[in-house]
């Protein structure tokens, strides 16, 4: 028996069994293999528009590489890599219309790279020039939440008031495992079930919260939660972009109906370290990362594609080729960004005139000018 | 020009605002079926119906959240903190998200959600029903703090925040809820409208400048009725004091309140709300640097001690009532001994 509460606490299984099999539809060998109903969700998935899912995954995940590289240049000052989560979020954005709304961690750079962000605008808050990088409306996404699990209370409001507004758009909030110990994630599935709310509730369950393990956040699936909320919940191979894209297709098209929201757990593992600043050298097992790495996400696409003569060495070179170009376009849209000048720091704080900040505006501009040539 | 309660001023402005915008919806907890456990919905829900006046299921904090993406869809909710004492729940998605998403998104997403408090004392309540947290909110960038002391304020500015377009604080005063007073319901037509972030002079005056809100406005009103009697010693014992109502609390309307302090030389400051970091502290700052050469006396702050909202059967010595208030505007006059005379060696 366990003496203290620690070690009570760190003799706990490592993974629990799953309540059932999570979906999958391609092996980590790229074998396609049947999970009824979801076949059916992806059945229209031929091999091009296979090939363009692989396409997506190589960018993002090379453009992911290349902002860490310009972290450790001194370009940026921090950046999460997404690396190990490619299909999860590629698989899941591919399925949502313009007029979706997406809710975010700071993890999810390829659900952004699909809802149409433009790559530098990715880059501002990590280097610092500004809080967020893009108008969500303009992209049906809202910019980063970094509180965590904070989000997804919006996600459900928004989905709240689409169907006031008598559409039928969705909103999916994206979180990761450790926001799901959060209130407001809890709290926001009460609410979405109390309202019928057409929000997705997709969980990266990447299998750490910094250096916590899940199992500090969860002892049975956390998928098993949902449920007890009156919200029906999937597991699925979050490095399955295949399975990914039919699970999420069959929530959207629910929520869509009428039917109200669906908890997604997409069961993947964070390859690299939380931040930039993280050294996961202190707290992984180098067994357990190969393990997953023998699971990875663009392999299976590409040996999949490849058996089936959708992809062959040319067309791998040409989406090799736009993956760098999108990565040097990644690092000029960084480099260029410049410090923004020091009164702009008072912008936007308020929508409508406020006299307390538009006077330190204006005393502070005073200020900066008293140190200019010719003054004093 | 109709006679209500504060409460039904605050009612009719819902109504008003609901009936003029469909894009205004009213959220909280027994705000329905219910009215409210001061019924100041009374009403709505049957009129307008149970998709614009929503009873929340009880989280505040998941009822600031949702408020949060109805905002982000185009929808200016008003929200109902039942009590004051409630809405730390809440506190988390009003600074990180309610107080920064417009400055966060660089203009883009507008938050117009109007937060509605009843707040401070004397309703001999048990804990958590009579505190009052607006310096939390007036310190947090980003927000509007917005108090009203009248039935017409009352319906006025509750309007008025629920047009604005930044989120706004409304604390109400609890124990003024059945306060009645004329109320114009078209004075937001009128060209003489204060904004909202505007301070009124309740009671003009020439000796002290008195400065509070919310439920001690009437308090004070009493307190310069008082002083301008005087104690029977003839016309040498009575003070003139100028009572200003501030109504927003974030920003502050420092220009009326310097206007007054220039010509009287002397601020009295009252709140129920603990005195560390509170309005009144700031208030004092402000005007000590921007009337020094005006000021007769130090600054005096009137307010409920640095201890938590006791029991009721404590809250009469808590509150700041007239002759506390009197004791300080005595002390700025001489009449009284400073409280720290002779504190500096």
């Given at each position: 028996m366990p003496s203290s509460l620690s070690e009570s606490r760190e003799s706990q299984p490592r993974a629990s069994a799953p309540?059932?099999?999570?979906?999958?539809?391609?092996?980590?060998?790229g074998r396609r293999v049947p999970h009824a109903p979801y076949d059916d969700y992806v059945a229209d998935v031929s091999g091009d528009q296979l090939a363009s899912l692989y396409e997506d995954l190589v960018i993002v995940r090379r453009l992911d590489v290349e902002a860490t590289a310009l972290q450790r240049q001194g370009e940026l000052g921090l950046w999460p890599p997404l690396l190990g989560q490619e299909a999860a979020q590629v698989g899941s954005a591919?399925?949502?219309?313009?007029d979706d709304f997406v809710f975010s961690s700071y993890r999810e750079n390829a659900v952004a790279y699909c809802r149409g962000v433009k790559l530098t605008e990715m880059l501002n808050v990590w280097r610092g020039t500004a809080l967020s990088g893009w108008n969500p409306y303009e992209v049906g996404m809202a910019t980063p939440a970094i509180?965590?699990?904070?989000?997804a209370l919006h996600a459900m409001g928004y989905a709240v008031g689409a169907k006031l507004d008598g559409e039928d758009s969705v909103a999916v909030a994206y979180f990761g495992d450790g926001a799901t110990t959060q209130g407001d994630v809890n709290e926001a599935m009460v609410f979405a079930a109390s309202f019928r709310a057409p929000v997705i509730f997709f969980?990266?369950?990447?299998?750490?919260?910094i250096s916590e393990p899940v199992t500090l956040q969860a002892?049975?699936?956390?998928?098993?939660?949902a449920p007890g909320f009156g919200i029906p919940s999937v597991r699925v191979d979050g490095n399955d972009v295949l399975a990914v894209m039919a699970v999420m297709r069959r929530a959207v098209e629910q929520a869509r109906e009428g039917g109200g929201p669906t908890f997604i757990e997409a069961i993947t593992y964070r390859?690299?370290?939380?931040?930039?600043?993280?050294?996961p050298s202190r707290y992984v097992d180098p067994l357990e990362r190969e393990e997953w790495a023998g699971r990875d996400p663009l392999a299976r696409v590409e040996a999949h594609l490849r058996e089936a003569g959708g992809l062959d060495d040319a067309l791998a070179a040409s989406i090799a080729r736009r993956a760098d170009e999108a990565a040097a376009e990644f690092r000029a849209g960084c480099t260029e960004q410049v410090d923004p000048p020091?009164?702009?720091?008072?912008?936007?704080?308020?929508?409508e005139p406020h006299r307390g900040v538009d006077e330190q505006r204006r005393q502070f501009g005073e200020y900066l000018e008293s140190f200019e040539e010719g003054v004093n | 020009m109709a006679e209500m309660t504060l409460a039904k001023a605050l009612n009719a402005s819902l109504r008003r605002s609901l009936a003029h915008d469909d894009r205004v919806l009213i959220m909280g907890e027994d705000i329905g079926t219910l009215g409210g456990v001061f019924r100041v919905t009374d009403g709505l829900k049957a009129e307008f119906g149970g998709d614009r006046v929503m009873d929340m299921p009880l989280a505040e904090s998941g009822i600031l959240g949702m408020a949060v993406g109805l905002a982000f869809k185009g929808f200016r909710p008003v929200v109902e903190i039942?009590?004051?004492?409630?809405i730390y729940p809440a506190f988390d998605q009003i600074v990180t998200q309610v107080a920064k998403l417009h400055y966060r998104t660089r203009g883009n997403v507008r938050m117009p959600i109007t937060i509605r408090v009843p707040f401070g004392g004397?309703?001999?309540?048990?804990?958590?029903?009579?505190?009052?947290?607006e310096a939390y909110f007036a310190h947090t960038a980003g927000l509007r703090v917005v108090t009203c002391s009248t039935p017409q304020d009352a319906h006025t500015l509750l309007q008025q925040a629920i047009w604005c377009d930044d989120p706004v604080l409304f604390f109400e005063p609890k124990r003024r809820y059945w306060t009645k007073g004329e109320v114009?319901?078209?004075?937001?037509?009128?060209?003489?409208v204060l904004p909202m972030g505007s301070a009124r002079v309740v009671v003009p005056g020439s000796d002290v400048t008195l400065v509070t809100y919310g439920p001690l406005v009437a308090t004070a009103i009493d307190a310069a009725a008082a002083a301008a009697a005087g104690?029977?010693?003839?016309?040498?014992d009575t003070v003139s004091i100028e009572v200003i109502d501030?109504?927003?609390?974030?920003?502050?309307?420092v220009d009326t309140v310097v206007a007054s302090v220039a010509k009287t030389g002397r601020l009295v400051i009252a709140h129920e709300?603990?005195?560390?970091?509170g309005i009144g502290a700031d208030l004092a700052a402000e005007l000590t640097d921007r009337c020094f050469y005006h000021l007769e006396a130090a600054p005096q702050r009137v307010t409920?001690?640095?201890?938590?909202?006791?029991a009721s059967r404590h809250e009469e010595h808590f509150l700041p009532d007239l002759d506390r208030i009197l004791d300080a505007v005595d002390r700025t006059m001489g009449r009284r001994p400073a409280l720290y005379a002779g504190a500096v060696l």
């Open positions: 309540h059932d099999r999570p979906v999958q539809l391609l092996d980590p060998s591919r399925v949502l219309r313009p509180v965590i699990g904070t989000q969980c990266q369950n990447n299998q750490w919260a002892q049975r699936p956390i998928a098993d939660r390859m690299g370290p939380h931040t930039t600043s993280d050294d020091p009164l702009t720091m008072f912008d936007h704080v308020y929508a | 039942q009590f004051d004492g409630f004397g309703i001999g309540a048990v804990e958590h029903h009579s505190e009052s947290p114009d319901e078209d004075a937001l037509d009128r060209d003489d104690s029977g010693g003839g016309d040498a501030l109504r927003s609390l974030a920003p502050v309307d709300a603990q005195r560390t970091g409920g001690f640095d201890i938590p909202y006791p």
